[in-house]
């Protein structure tokens, strides 16, 4: 079956602290995708990042960065230099392709809520 | 350019009562998908539509729940009758074909739907 899971539920920074979130998730497939979305106080899910299974470089992204490792299963988010704006909560989702090349329905962690304090 | 937009953003209902949930994707958004966040617990996968067909309803809950996409442009949920374990968050996205591959989902920013 397939899973993610991200397990921290809370976290709480100092504003310039650089924190990271994991997310570890469990598939059989060999091709897959995995997203990160951010949920603002205004509720919508903001799309981050989308990394497919054969693409393990690492990505930087301003204050954003990902570690993708294969090996752990893992697919782990660092926001360098916190700011307040980065309060939210943010989801890890795993996509299986319906087709090569294509993805479809996402198979999402309970999130984790960052509370970045001033 | 507008985003995923969903209608209305909060629902308070009575048991038994019939809700319906709007959602209009981006234009040129083909795939349409719902999701429902019940609180606690993870985001789960409804039911996505390519254009007006169903391509994977497999997440519905039951047969109370009734969706929609008439002409492929913005689609309806329907919850009827409404059961208190429908509360929650009720999520649409929707994506676009580039050639063979998919683009990522965009999110409307969700109906919070309360069954009293």
């Known amino acids: 079956a397939q899973k993610v899971t991200q397990a921290q539920t809370e976290i709480s920074v100092v504003e310039k602290e650089d924190v990271t979130l994991d997310c570890v998730y469990e598939?059989?497939?060999?091709?897959?995708?995995l997203f990160w979305y951010k949920q603002p106080p205004s509720g919508e899910l903001v799309f981050l990042i989308r990394?497919?299974?054969?693409d393990e470089q690492n990505e930087i992204s301003g204050r954003y960065s990902w570690n993708f490792q294969k090996s752990t299963s893992s697919f782990n988010f660092t926001i360098t230099a916190s700011q307040v704006v980065d309060s939210a909560v943010y989801f890890c989702?795993?996509?299986?392709?319906?087709?090569?090349?294509?993805?479809?329905?996402?198979?999402w962690g309970l999130g984790t809520s960052l509370a970045v304090n001033p | 350019e507008a985003g995923v937009t969903q209608f209305p953003s909060h629902s308070v209902i009575e048991k038994g009562q019939t809700v319906t949930l709007r959602c209009d994707p981006i234009?040129?958004?083909?795939?349409l998908y719902w999701y429902r966040r019940v609180m606690g617990k993870e985001i789960k996968f409804l039911l996505h539509?390519?254009?007006?067909?169903?391509?994977?309803e497999s997440g519905m809950p039951n047969n109370r729940f009734l969706a929609e996409r008439t002409g492929g442009t913005y689609s309806t949920l329907k919850v009827q009758p409404a059961e208190l374990e429908d509360s929650g968050v009720y999520f649409c996205?929707?994506?676009?074909?580039?050639?063979?591959?998919?683009?990522?989902?965009?999110f409307g920013q969700g109906t919070r739907l309360t069954v009293v």
């Open positions: 996205a929707s994506s676009q074909e580039l050639g063979m591959v998919e683009t990522e989902a965009f």
């Open positions: 234009s040129g958004h083909d795939n």
């Open positions: 539509f390519v254009k007006e067909s169903k391509q994977d």
């Open positions: 598939t059989r497939d060999t091709t897959y995708y």
């Open positions: 990394r497919n299974s054969f």
């Open positions: 989702a795993l996509s299986e392709p319906y087709n090569a090349g294509n993805n479809r329905k996402l198979i």
